[in-house]
């Protein structure tokens, strides 16, 4: 039986005796509003929302199982496919992941590049957050005055990795490649770009007094429901509660940088947006301490059992052959335990769970993204509410489908 039919014949049950005057609202699985394959079964009186059943799965492709089997560089490619409006981000929290269980040390200079590459993603993921958010309620001109600066942020995954996408970016012990000569000088000019661009969205859309009336104190949530529900990243921010990995867990050097951390007051969703639209700001911030800054040296660390060689050596040196065989063919080679790493990818606290027991492959993988807690309290967000006002509550939300099924 396919999932359609088992939640048909689940809802079917639930509201086969509906009170007089109530309407079931199918909002997905394929809505414009949902942005991927999300089924919400909305009962409503009139236009208030009584109750809401959400449904996920749809999307779902087996990530964490298929982990099992892959190598630790070749789950790299399931990682391009959770949250694939800021790839990067995964992928580095993977990566992340596996050189902290393999104790390995990159130089300086990945690091610096690592972190450029991670907040033009976030930014990139809230200007579409952001953008669209205007969409969903009838305002386009806003995401369409990003869209050329995300294009532009596009353009330098594309040089760095080969794709826009699927970046597939980093790998154990380094990045696949160098950067390019004129890396530096083009986000330097993004930056210049964005500042100004952003503050024009903001004219434009946040302060557009329509905008402000469909999303001021809607679907908000409280700092403490927000705890318990698991919320992390922007949206347990706008609830009032500072807690940003990159602070209060720090990873590569964003303990030695300075930024701040945005926060709202009642985590709804015109909090969410601000949140979002000062973030992007303090990774400006970000990338402008370290641009200037990234060192000369390798791009990725010496562990010749674990990084790959160059294919030029490999065709003229008999140890470096080697090498390439051993790690093609039997993979890297992880010590036995169990692991966790969380990172602040852009909607939150992204963590990759691992079990290894030496082997080429993990034993068990198990990712905590950040969509899948928001989704949790989506009903409970939208009940009593305008039905119209669910379509601003899940798009600040920022629900990916693909991170939320992984």
Not at 9 to 36: C, I, R, Y
Not at 109 to 117: A, K, P, S
Not at 149 to 162: A, D, P, V
Not at 273 to 284: A, D, H, K, N, P
Request: net charge negative.
């Amino acid at each position: 039986m396919v999932m359609y039919e088992k939640t048909a014949e689940h809802f079917g049950q639930k509201f086969k005796d509906l009170p007089e005057g109530h309407l079931l609202v199918n909002l997905g699985p394929s809505h414009p509003a949902t942005h991927g394959i999300l089924q919400n079964v909305i009962q409503i009186d009139g236009e208030r929302v009584v109750d809401t059943e959400s449904v996920i799965g749809y999307v779902h492709r087996c990530f964490e199982k298929l982990g099992e089997r892959y190598d630790y560089n070749q789950f790299l490619v399931c990682t391009d496919r959770m949250n694939y409006v800021s790839t990067p981000l995964n992928n580095i929290g993977w990566i992340l992941t596996v050189e902290k269980m393999m104790q390995i040390q990159v130089p300086d200079r990945v690091t610096y590049v690592r972190m450029i590459i991670s907040e033009l993603s976030r930014i990139m993921d809230h200007i579409i957050c952001n953008g669209i958010m205007g969409v969903d309620l009838g305002a386009f001109s806003g995401l369409l005055h990003l869209f050329h600066h995300r294009e532009n942020i596009y353009q330098i995954l594309e040089k760095l990795t080969g794709a826009r996408l699927t970046t597939t970016f980093c790998r154990v012990g380094g990045m696949e490649r160098d950067i390019y000569p004129e890396f530096q000088t083009e986000i330097k000019l993004i930056l210049k770009g964005l500042k100004p661009a952003l503050d024009e969205f903001e004219e434009l859309l946040i302060r557009n007094k329509i905008f402000n009336e469909r999303t001021k104190g809607i679907g908000g949530i409280s700092a403490d429901r927000a705890i318990a529900y698991g919320f992390s990243g922007p949206n347990l921010r706008a609830a009032g509660v500072p807690w940003d990995v990159r602070k209060d867990d720090p990873y590569m050097f964003y303990d030695k940088v300075n930024f701040d951390i945005p926060v709202g007051e009642d985590g709804s969703a015109l909090d969410r947006t601000l949140v979002r639209m000062e973030e992007m700001r303090q990774s400006m911030k970000i990338i402008e301490q370290l641009i200037d800054g990234i060192p000369e040296g390798p791009y990725h660390a010496d562990v010749p059992h674990s990084f790959l060689p160059p294919k030029d050596r490999v065709y003229h040196n008999m140890e470096e052959l080697i090498y390439h065989f051993k790690i093609i063919m039997h993979g890297v080679k992880v010590p036995p335990g169990e692991y966790y790493h969380a990172t602040e990818a852009a909607n939150g606290e992204l963590g990759f769970y691992v079990v290894s027991e030496g082997d080429k492959s993990p034993w068990r993988v198990h990712v905590r993204r950040p969509c899948f807690w928001y989704y949790q309290a989506f009903p409970e967000m939208v009940k009593g509410g305008l039905l119209a006002d669910t379509i601003a509550t899940m798009s600040s939300l920022n629900v990916i489908a693909g991170e939320l099924d992984c």
